[in-house]
């Protein structure tokens, strides 16, 4: 596996790659590797590069202190990504951050202020902007993201289509263990106590899911599952049920529709869906 930290060497490399008319998979990731992100890595179509970037990007917290304690993992996730074959490994250098033009004034596409949007100002301005440079830089002819992160996932779609429409966009599901609970980096910094709390997130939207298929409205049902899971000391940010392509609010029609989540535990945010 070759690891690189200069954009110099990484163009050179792509340019290498594409002579040889090799195909690129790239899996962008802030590092801390767990195996949510290994199932990207594994699902990278065969006989591609597999390049797997590790950048912690400023631009998309809205938060300094949660950008200051995400968790930093170098030499376990080189190590992982060595037991997956991956053929290069880009953390690049501190330098970097100066490269990546900040789209402040793009007209985003109006799901993005919705959910996450509405509450992390900025955020999905800073995945625009760093998902659009490593594309750019990288030329990908796949790259792999997960579901988990569903309202990211439609904007990396949003990209594709108005700039990269060459680009295959593999959708991964989330990676769960076996309690359902859905894999984060943010995990890491929660108590046991607090782990087992968090079984009732998935717990809560599968109940939830049951109920709109029992056409019990969502608007019923909401209040119900925001108190269940509050009085076990998580704070429910958002719980919505919206349409998969608009993110718009559903008004109770389950067709191509998900759950949807945040919460906070102890100062730590999470989010989790579920398609119905």
């Not at 990504?81 to 596409?109: A, G, R, V």
């Not at 000391?233 to 759950?259: A, F, G, M, P, Q």
């Amino acid at each position: 596996m070759i690891i690189v930290s200069s954009k110099k060497l990484l163009v050179e490399y792509i340019q290498d790659y594409k002579r040889n008319k090799k195909k690129i998979t790239v899996i962008p990731t802030m590092g801390n590797l767990h195996p949510g992100h290994l199932e990207l890595m594994k699902r990278a179509p065969k006989n591609t590069i597999k390049i797997v970037t590790i950048y912690i990007n400023k631009l998309q917290f809205d938060n300094l202190n949660d950008f200051m304690n995400y968790p930093k993992t170098y030499d376990l996730d080189i190590d992982k990504c060595k037991e997956l074959n991956i053929d290069l490994l880009f953390i690049p250098d501190k330098s970097f951050s100066k490269d990546i033009k900040e789209y402040k004034n793009i007209n985003l596409p109006k799901f993005t202020n919705y959910l996450c949007g509405e509450f992390r100002k900025g955020h999905f301005t800073g995945v625009y902007s760093i998902v659009r440079y490593l594309f750019n830089l990288i030329k990908p002819d796949y790259a792999c993201f997960g579901l988990k992160d569903f309202q990211q996932l439609l904007l990396i779609k949003f990209i594709r289509d108005t700039y990269f429409k060459d680009l295959k966009i593999i959708e991964v599901e989330t990676k769960r263990d076996k309690r359902g609970i859905a894999l984060s980096s943010r995990l890491n910094r929660l108590s046991n106590d607090e782990i087992l709390n968090i079984e009732k997130i998935y717990s809560c939207l599968n109940q939830v899911k049951l109920n709109i298929k029992n056409n019990i409205s969502f608007h019923d049902i909401k209040p119900v599952a925001i108190k269940e899971l509050e009085s076990s000391s998580i704070k429910v940010e958002y719980l919505e049920h919206r349409s998969n392509d608009t993110l718009e609010i559903c008004n109770d029609c389950s067709l191509d529709s998900s759950i949807f989540i945040a919460c906070i535990i102890n100062k730590v945010r999470l989010i989790d869906n579920i398609q119905i």
